[in-house]
């Protein structure tokens, strides 16, 4: 069963289920949360103009629950876009690695091929020094 289906079914979505889900599963149920919120919100919303309007409050339990569950969705469409932020910082980074160790093969591939043996040396021996 999937992340969505769980969130549909009205199971609670801990962290260890978010950090499993796929990150097309994460963007779907973020859609989902963000939807109800915005669903929650107009009834909400419409309750506040009705009590101005028609004076006629709305039930008090029906409202102190809507505004309990519009605040534990985002909550959890807060947890979810952190988890799918940190995953692509995660992949910015290792894509920053690769990058990075392509650019140096490429120096060393253009000194093996444009360097005598004593220049290469020299800077390689340079290139030790800047490290340390």
């Given amino acids: 069963m999937s992340i969505c289906d769980d969130y549909r079914n009205k199971m609670k979505i801990n962290d260890e289920m978010i950090s499993n889900a796929a990150d097309e599963e994460l963007t779907t149920l973020l859609e989902n949360v963000n939807e109800d919120i915005a669903i929650i919100t107009i009834q909400l919303d ?3 103009v009705d009590l101005k309007v028609t004076g006629l409050r709305a039930d008090p339990e029906w409202f102190q629950k809507a505004s309990a569950a519009k605040k534990i969705k985002g909550q ?7 988890e ?7 992949r910015r980074e290792k894509n920053r690695q690769q990058s990075e160790k392509e650019g ?3 120096l060393l591939r253009a000194i093996n091929l444009v360097l005598t043996p004593e220049q290469k040396k020299k ?3 340079m ?5 340390s």
């Fill in 46 to 48: 419409k309750a506040k």
């Fill in 127 to 131: 290139w030790r020094q800047l490290r």
């Fill in 76 to 82: 959890l469409s807060q947890r979810i876009q952190n």
């Fill in 84 to 90: 799918l932020s940190r995953r692509k910082k995660v």
């Fill in 123 to 125: 800077v390689l021996d």
């Fill in 104 to 106: 140096v093969r490429s």
